[in-house]
Nanobody, 123 residues
């Protein structure tokens, strides 16, 4: 299971940190990704991390503003979101996969999904 938290309302230019805590499995063996979906839009990849070696990937829309990290002792992945823009508003989901050796930010490769957490950015 994956539990996402940390969403909320923030002004444009502000920051939020999302957390994704895994239970029932160790993130050491998985690639953990963050995806987001705004109303009327397709779900898109935000970032991912390979928890065993720390490799990361970012979507073009968030490069330089978002940072993904993991605390394997806490079985948790974080998404630090800085310089938030109104277009970052969406429901953010974390997901896990054990079958993504090329670290591709593609939702079809992810098998385990959390329930999501809402991020609202006011202009």
């Amino acid at each position: 299971q994956l539990q996402a938290s940390g969403g909320g309302l923030v002004q444009a230019g502000g920051s939020l940190r999302l957390s994704c805590t895994a239970s029932g499995f160790s993130i050491d063996d998985y690639v953990i990704g963050w995806f987001r979906q705004a109303p009327g839009k397709e779900r898109e990849g935000v970032s991912l991390i390979s928890s065993d070696d720390g490799q990361t990937r970012y979507g073009d829309a968030v490069k330089g503003r978002f940072t993904i990290s993991s605390d394997n002792a806490k079985n948790t992945v974080y998404l630090q979101m800085d310089s938030l823009k109104p277009e970052d508003a969406a429901r953010y989901y974390c997901a896990a996969t054990a079958r993504n050796p090329m670290l591709v930010l593609y939702l079809g490769l992810f098998d385990i999904w959390g329930q999501g957490t809402q991020v609202t950015v006011s202009s």
